[in-house]
């Protein structure tokens, strides 16, 4: 690493634009006639100390504004592109993505789903923009937080005639009675809430000094803002699944490797009354009832865990609560939202075999349409294999 000699003596880090002894611009900034950057009082960045090394070159790519603001407009097109057509969670389920994009929006949507975009938030690519800009912001808040907490802990009261000639504003003046008017100076100061400090005859007011470090807290900020949103998409982060439970069944919690069970105890709807004149326009429009609250009384166990291999282990009664919706069941960090319902579902079908040229009937078979079997055995020899099994809804 490089250093800069400055007039006094003293030995500063290359990029320095200020002498930490004297406070004198040195370099090319003592002959310069510009005015000085004082974001950091002349403190140097370590992107523009180390620059030779692939990681040196590596923090100065990211170190960029300008490159921190492309990588926020590449960001921003693409999250705009995921906004064209709906994403893939939120077409109708039991529908083929690839059929359901070119059928409902012909072309442009087959090339939207071949080109990716129908799961765009959660692509590799998006995840790699995401973490770009991240690891710019990131770096981008370290290469300045420590030059400007260095130069506010060891910020200089005397300063060099040089450095206050290169300030945007500058004046000299010269005065007869310099410690009465030094003393007017600082009641005024004070009364406009500066915090004065004095050294040699010399005067350093401040105030709202915490200002400076706004950029970073907001920078902080959209760091853990980030962080978050990529977490979603770790295994075991966040859960998002639905269940079926009918009245008077009991099911397991899925993602809770059997821990946490279910019982849907009772359902309840409420409907708004048609005869309220509040309401008889609004249900006129909607052609039908319209629910005002439907829940679920749901009673939640847990499977106690004997230590013993194998060991099918009782459910215990944890809690009872009436899921509405918005109002969840919350337990071990998982939430149970009430979000639909399905009323006069059909939860079994009877069929008999018959021979339609004779009219005999060999039996009757009952399918359990949430669980049906792969075989039935009708008597008498006649056994009926199901060649598909699938679920269906009603």
């Keep these: 690493m490089s250093q800069m000699k400055c007039e006094c003596g003293h030995l500063n880090q290359e990029g320095t634009q200020v002498c930490a002894a004297c406070g004198n611009p040195i370099g090319d900034q003592n002959e310069s006639t510009k005015l000085l950057?004082?974001?950091y009082e002349g403190v140097a960045r370590r992107s523009q100390t180390y620059t030779t090394t692939i990681?040196?070159?590596v923090w100065m790519f990211f170190s960029s504004v300008k490159v921190g603001i492309w990588i926020i407009v590449i960001t921003l097109i693409a999250s705009s592109l995921g906004t064209i057509y709906p994403q893939e969670m939120y077409i109708p389920g039991?529908?083929?993505p690839t059929e359901h994009y070119e059928t409902e929006y012909g072309f442009t949507g087959k090339l939207y789903y071949e080109l990716g975009f129908h799961n765009l938030y959660g692509s590799w690519w998006y995840m790699l923009l995401v973490a770009a800009l991240g690891v710019s912001i990131l770096i981008a808040s370290i290469d300045r937080f420590f030059p400007l907490y260095r130069a506010l802990k060891?910020?200089?009261i005397t300063k060099h005639r040089n450095f206050l000639k290169r300030q945007r504003l500058y004046g000299y003046?010269?005065?007869?009675?310099?410690d009465e008017k030094l003393q007017t100076i600082k009641k005024k100061l004070k009364k406009k809430k500066y915090n004065i400090r004095e050294e040699n005859g010399n005067?350093?007011?401040e105030k709202n000094r915490f200002a400076r470090w706004g950029p970073y807290v907001n920078h902080i900020g959209l760091i853990i803002f980030l962080i978050g949103c990529m977490l979603r998409y770790f295994p075991g982060m966040y859960v998002d699944d639905h269940m079926w439970i009918r009245e008077g069944e009991i099911a397991e919690v899925p993602h809770t490797n059997g821990q946490f069970h279910v019982e849907n105890?009772?359902?309840i709807i409420e409907v708004y009354d048609e005869e309220n004149e509040l309401y008889r326009e609004a249900l006129n429009r909607a052609e039908g009832a319209i629910a005002s609250n439907y829940q679920t009384d749901a009673v939640l166990y847990e499977r106690q865990n004997s230590g013993i291999i194998g060991d099918d282990a009782e459910l215990v009664e944890v809690e009872r609560y009436p899921i509405r919706v918005n109002e969840p069941l919350t337990f071990s960090g998982f939430s149970l939202y009430q979000m639909d319902y399905k009323l006069n579902e059909l939860s079994s079908m009877s069929f008999?075999?018959?021979n339609k040229e004779t009219g005999e009937q060999f039996g009757q078979l009952d399918v359990d349409l949430s669980s049906p079997e792969a075989v039935y055995d009708l008597g008498e020899g006649i056994m009926l294999r199901s060649v598909n099994i699938s679920k269906i809804f009603i």
């Design 154 to 156: 060891n910020q200089r």
């Design 55 to 57: 990681i040196d070159k």
């Design 37 to 39: 950057d004082m974001k």
């Design 94 to 96: 039991g529908v083929s």
């Design 352 to 354: 008999t075999l018959e």
């Design 173 to 178: 003046t010269e005065v007869n009675n310099v």
């Design 203 to 205: 005067l350093l007011a």
């Design 265 to 267: 105890e009772q359902f």
